[in-house]
């Protein structure tokens, strides 16, 4: 099932999470179930908030226990709060486009396809992809 998972990072700057970004390089090397990651911070850029879609809360865990926190560990980034809620609706707009990377890409999914498999998975269907297989 879908999850939304949202982190509060209070006290990870700006500085930190680019430094993060880099050194685990999730935009190249796409963690497993990733579906859309998100960052903001306050004004100050000095807390930072993170709103992510994942494909289970097993892929999360995953990619938190095993790329994410040993780095953050070792650059001494305070782990952020989290709270984890079953997806139950996700829409993309147009706009979305310019800040996309490549998850569409990877299987050349059109924003409906996208969304019929997110759809398929809160509801926990099989899905067809356009390789034929069942995921």
Not at 125 to 130: F, M
Request: proline fraction near 4%; avoid cysteine; charged fraction near 30%.
């Amino acid at each position: 099932m879908a999850i939304l998972a949202i982190f509060t990072g209070n006290g990870v700057t700006k500085q930190m999470y680019d430094q993060l970004r880099k050194e685990v390089d999730w935009e190249h090397k796409h963690p497993t179930g990733v579906i859309l990651h998100s960052a903001g911070f306050d004004d100050a850029g000095k807390n930072l908030r993170v709103a992510d879609i994942w494909e289970s809360e097993q892929d999360l865990n995953s990619f938190v226990n095993s790329r994410l926190k040993p780095v953050m560990e070792r650059l001494n980034i305070p782990m952020p709060k989290g709270e984890i809620y079953p997806v139950h609706n996700v829409n993309a707009y147009a706009g979305v486009d310019i800040y996309k990377t490549s998850i569409t890409k990877k299987e050349n999914l059109s924003q409906n396809e996208l969304s019929d498999r997110l759809k398929a998975q809160s509801e926990n269907k099989p899905v067809e992809k356009k390789d034929g297989k069942i995921g």
